[in-house]
């Protein structure tokens, strides 16, 4: 049995990568100045580059920020949908660092700035074939055809500005992985989180000290409030159906609100 289960491991790694869409076109294929490859594989590239300064002996950060490149998606995706995107990537950054930085709200935290520079568009008529083949195909099954992906760099700097790490991220869909969803952001939209698992392991945060309980309950709820929450709703449903991001996620399309102008001072 041992000698069974060590020879199908590889097979179904193949198995596993071999329908894997390629890093989306458009993402860095050469890593800058600096970058180490952590993965170099065709459909999976992480790089990072160890900034001058150490991780904060006192780590308070604003909540993470996301930005998204000139040209980083097709007219397929609309710019409200690339918002949905990169507010989920910005979330699973400020979610899954929880547990070892504080977030604050002020402007005298560290920075963590996300630059999405693709999202690649996936077919929503064949993730609705695939939900319907689902049905009657026993085990997880998605066509291996229409699948997107997701590009990003991630900068963090201590609260001098003085960088911390750079990651360049880039990941395509796997048709065993990842749930197929009606929405051309559909494949963009779930791997976002790997991102931000991707950066934690960069920055080896299970080595250090995790934050008292009620400071990470104060994280997660400042993550909520500012990015909102995905419908557990819609999660349940996805299961059964291939429920488009845009159905279940707030997203953060709204432009952020702009203080009112001060009036002009009166001249005597």
Request: charged share 15%.
């Amino acid at each position: 049995m041992t000698k069974f289960a060590g020879s199908a491991l590889p097979l179904l790694g193949l198995l596993l990568c071999a329908g894997c869409a390629s890093v989306p076109e458009g993402a860095p294929s050469v890593p800058g100045d600096g970058f180490s490859a952590v993965r170099d594989q065709a459909h999976y590239q992480v790089r990072v580059r160890p900034g001058e300064a150490a991780w904060p002996a006192s780590p308070v950060f604003r909540l993470p920020e996301a930005s998204i490149l000139d040209g980083a998606h097709d007219d397929s995706i609309t710019a409200s949908q690339a918002g949905v995107v990169a507010n989920h990537a910005a979330r699973s950054v400020c979610v899954t660092l929880a547990p070892w930085v504080r977030w604050v709200t002020a402007e005298d935290g560290g920075k963590i700035a996300l630059e999405l520079n693709r999202i690649g568009a996936s077919s929503s008529a064949m993730a609705t074939t695939s939900a319907l083949l689902a049905m009657v195909v026993p085990g997880p099954f998605r066509l291996p055809a229409g699948l997107g992906g997701l590009g990003l760099a991630t900068r963090v700097e201590d609260a001098a500005g003085s960088p911390v790490l750079d990651m360049q991220w880039a990941r395509g869909a796997n048709p065993l992985l990842h749930r197929a969803r009606a929405s051309s952001i559909g494949d963009a939209w779930e791997l976002a989180p790997s991102s931000a698992r991707d950066l934690r392991a960069a920055l080896r945060l299970s080595e250090k000290a995790r934050q008292p309980n009620d400071i990470q309950a104060a994280n997660i709820a400042a993550c909520e409030e500012r990015f909102g929450s995905v419908s557990l709703a819609g999660r349940a449903a996805s299961m059964l159906l291939p429920m488009s991001p845009e159905a279940i996620d707030p997203s953060d399309n709204e432009p952020t609100p702009q203080p009112p102008p001060t009036p002009p001072t009166p001249t005597p």
